[in-house]
């Protein structure tokens, strides 16, 4: 199985309401069929001045978009909440298209200068995504 090097997606200054997408190919060797399965591990938070932990506020979407007609869900909700999702199976030689979007949800007008999403200024969060195959 191969792939590009290097970060599916970054966000850099991300607000409330703010969203950023990525895409990664994935192909198969041309050996045998194999079973895939992605993973999230090693979730670092970085929190500001305020404390807020981005990786449990941003929302991640993973899809496989292959089939651009007919995108596939294959996780939607918290960044640091991915765990083992089963992608199935790749024919040997095939490739596959995931597209990773984070979204930042507005959570409103913050009541104070350090909370609600104020809570998050200054936070980074980041997020090793690991792919794991198996020849079947």
């Known amino acids: 199985m191969s792939s590009r090097e290097g970060a599916v997606l970054r966000a850099a ?40 932990e981005l ?33 199935g199976r790749m024919a040997a030689g095939s490739h596959r298209i995931y597209r990773f979007s984070v979204r930042f949800p507005d959570g409103g007008a913050p009541s104070s200068p350090t909370t609600g999403d104020n809570a998050y200024q200054g936070s980074t969060a980041e997020v090793d995504f690991r792919w794991t195959s198996r020849a079947l």
């Open 13 to 52: 200054s991300l607000a409330p309401g703010g969203k950023t997408t990525g895409t990664i190919t994935l192909t198969a060797s041309d050996k045998a069929p194999i079973a895939m399965t992605l993973s999230g591990s090693a979730v670092r938070n970085s929190p500001g001045r305020n404390g807020g």
């Open 55 to 87: 990786s449990n506020r941003l929302v991640l979407t993973v899809e496989d978009i292959t089939n651009a007609r007919a995108p596939r869900r294959i996780y939607r909700g918290k960044l640091s909440g991915l765990g083992e999702q089963r992608l």
